[in-house]
């Protein structure tokens, strides 16, 4: 099968759902609560679109990165035999297919989209004036990210690997990569600006 507009992808699991105990047993989360939480944004490439100028080096056999609606979705998305596909666009935020890691570990960042290295998650304990513990919040983190990966976004924006950026509130989309960690991806228009070096 040839898509014409989209990539197919084999998907062998939604979401790291499984939590190993030290004893061996295994337990599985229950994932309807927290969706976000888990999803697996990455698939083996089956079949890659038609209908686009994709990048030569980019093969069946790759590893694509994608939006999580994949995951949320399941049935628009699937086709059967867990596959599934992702849209692509090379300059519209609607394309879902944001980087391919080679089958020899390079990577090729798709159409304008910019990675950055993902800042991890702070979270800091809340106790109240007695002392009660309350549980956890997240603590907000400044607005800046280090250009990991070149593309046509880097240099629609003027950037280069290694860049530290400023960006807009809430533009950071975390996404895990399939040797657990993590990068933001967002488009060029939400970066404001970049350090000179």
Same mark, same amino acid.
């Given at each position: 099968m040839k898509p014409l507009y989209d990539f197919i992808v084999e998907i062998g699991k939604l979401y790291q759902d499984d939590?190993?105990?030290s004893d061996g047993a295994i337990l599985i989360k229950d994932t309807r609560?927290?969706?976000f939480e888990g999803r697996i944004s990455?698939?083996?490439?089956k079949a890659i679109p038609a209908k686009w *100028?994709?990048?030569?080096k980019v093969q069946v056999g790759d590893t694509l990165i994608f939006h999580h609606h994949v995951n949320q979705q399941p049935d628009k998305?699937?086709?059967? *035999?867990?596959c599934y596909l992702v849209a692509y666009h090379p300059t519209?935020?609607?394309g879902q297919a944001y980087m391919v890691i080679h089958q020899d570990g390079s990577v090729t960042v798709l159409g304008t989209w910019v990675i950055l290295d993902a800042v991890p998650d702070v979270e800091e304990e809340m106790v109240s004036a007695s002392g009660l513990y309350l549980g956890t919040q997240k603590v907000e983190t400044?607005?800046?990210a280090v250009v990991l990966y070149p593309s046509e976004g880097t240099d629609e924006a003027g950037i280069e690997v290694g860049d530290l950026v400023i960006y807009k509130q809430n533009a950071d989309y975390r996404i895990t990569l399939p040797d657990g960690s993590q990068v933001f991806r967002m488009k060029p228009d939400f970066i404001y600006a970049a350090?000179?070096?």
């Open positions: 939590i190993q105990l609560f927290d969706d990455y698939g083996t490439i *100028n994709i990048p030569e998305f699937g086709i059967g *035999n867990n519209e935020i609607t400044k607005n800046e350090y000179v070096r």
